[in-house]
């Protein structure tokens, strides 16, 4: 159930903060309703969005490159999520947005460096298996240069996305002032 939460959740910020980033001039007003920029910091945004009354702080980014195998294979866009929910005590949860529907009962992964971390998927969604590890991957997101997730769709289509991390350090703490 809480998996279900934490996707209804992220797919609302994901509507908000994409009719934001991408400048959508007639859907504008109501993102902004939604969803609040705080801040562009490299590939990242730092936003703020209050879905169902809770306050939500979150930092976002495209993938700086995406690859399917077999090749050119159609998609909705990737999203990685770094998220902060005061209301339930959960501090900067890592999740990944794929752009389609996961093969069911297999893992994602997301690697930074020669450090890779397993993740548990539902629908086209993504995140951290082992909840102690998220400290450990969002530090290592601090101080690395760029993240590799790789995910299998239902289809058997595999997906390589890569995320520079310039700017996350400070789109991750403009999320956290925001969000004390």
């Given amino acids: 159930m809480r998996a ?11 509507g908000a ?8 001039a007639i859907d504008s007003a109501r993102a902004q309703s939604a969803a609040q920029l705080l801040g562009e910091f490299g590939g990242w945004g730092a936003y703020t969005a209050a879905p169902g009354g809770k306050k939500v702080c ?13 090749p050119n294979r159609p998609r ?10 005061p209301s339930e005590k959960v501090r900067e949860e890592v999740s990944i947005i794929f752009g389609y529907p996961l093969k069911a009962n297999t893992d994602a992964t997301i ?7 397993a993740m548990y998927t539902q629908n086209d969604g993504a995140w951290v298996k082992n909840a102690a590890e ?9 101080k690395g240069a760029e993240v590799t997730v790789r995910g299998e769709s239902g289809r058997g289509t595999k997906t390589i996305d890569k ?3 310039k ?5 991750l703490d403009r999320a956290a002032q925001e969000c004390r």
Avoid: C, H
């Fill in 76 to 85: 909705d866009p990737a999203w990685l999520f770094v998220s902060t929910r």
């Fill in 17 to 24: 903060a994409a009719l934001l980033s991408a400048g959508a």
């Fill in 58 to 70: 979150f930092a976002l980014a495209k993938p700086s490159s995406s690859e399917t195998v077999p």
């Fill in 163 to 165: 995320f520079s991390l």
């Fill in 167 to 171: 700017g996350v350090a400070q789109a």
């Fill in 111 to 117: 690697e930074i460096g020669s450090t890779n971390f």
């Fill in 4 to 14: 279900l939460t934490r996707l209804s959740v992220l797919s609302s910020l994901l």
């Fill in 134 to 142: 998220e400290a450990r991957l969002v530090d290592a997101m601090r």
